[in-house]
């Protein structure tokens, strides 16, 4: 199989994974196949996810979990007309992301009350939180694998295990605009902004997008911030990008608290 080419309907193999049978799913009208789904969830996706992910650079394929939604077709995937995710190579992530801090807190500068979800922060951006260094041991990725993100599954009326997805990209933050995921559809909003911020989280933090519903994304994170100094710099950058942040905080203290040591974090969109 060449890399970057989407396995054929059926089950599947790459290096030493074997997927159980998958089907090609095509994307917006024209669009051709945008990934390979298997039908039904895989056990221990988690793992199986973490083994397909380190084969991206043979393969060419990024691996994700899907959430519960199914779209009109039957398949576990709501698609919308794909972007090219090189339009984020021109986004300054940092002033987009101080033009939706102003916006939103600017609205709340007469009420001193309101203000305080933005605490300990003011009307100024506070810039764009550090690059962190220190990784997770294996055992806080496994767990994060095992038991946090199943939890989080079934808090949202999913079962733990996941059907698998297989979509040629370059990096994970790429997969929405590939796909064209229909989350933003409803706000108008374009994916490239949204996979900017996720290509410079990817780079500061090591977070990657693991599990995909939608209108809601999880990401697991190899190098989550370790203060909450840290945490309450990332928590500004986030509580403006998505109507629900981490185990549904609209914040910047619910955030940022549920951030330091995090390995996993969850956005929604209405």
């Avoid at 996706?45 to 992910?53: D, F, I, K, N, T």
């Avoid at 933005?118 to 496994?142: I, N, Y």
Wanted: proline share 9%; net charge negative.
């Amino acid at each position: 199989m060449l890399k970057g080419q989407l396995p054929d309907e059926g089950s599947a193999r790459l290096g030493p994974v074997i997927l159980p049978t998958g089907k090609l799913v095509d994307g917006y009208p024209g669009t051709g196949h945008v990934a390979w789904v298997t039908v039904d969830a895989v056990p221990d996706s988690g793992r199986v996810w973490a083994a397909l992910s380190e084969l991206h650079s043979h393969t060419g394929l990024v691996p994700i979990l899907l959430g519960r939604h199914y779209n009109t077709a039957g398949l576990p995937l709501d698609l919308f007309k794909p972007e090219d995710p090189r339009e984020a190579d021109r986004v300054d992530v940092g002033a987009l992301l101080e033009n939706l801090w102003r916006g939103s807190v600017f609205a709340d500068a007469d009420d001193p009350e309101e203000m305080e979800q933005w605490a300990p922060f003011s009307l100024e951006w506070p810039g764009l939180a550090p690059a962190q260094t220190e990784p997770l041991l294996p055992a806080q990725r496994q767990q994060a694998l095992d038991v946090l993100l199943p939890r989080i599954r079934r808090e949202h009326g999913e079962t733990p295990d996941a059907q698998i997805a297989l979509v040629a990209a370059r990096r994970p933050a790429d997969v929405l605009a590939v796909t064209g995921w229909a989350g933003l559809v409803n706000r108008g909003e374009s994916l490239v902004p949204l996979t900017a911020v996720l290509r410079s989280w990817e780079d500061r933090f090591g977070a990657r997008l693991i599990d995909v519903g939608s209108a809601d994304l999880r990401l697991i994170v190899e190098r989550p911030p370790r203060t909450l100094e840290a945490a309450q710099l990332l928590a500004a950058e986030q509580v403006h990008l998505a109507d629900d942040c981490i185990h549904g905080a609209r914040d910047i203290p619910g955030i940022a608290d549920r951030l330091v040591n995090g390995p996993i974090w969850t956005f929604w969109w209405d």
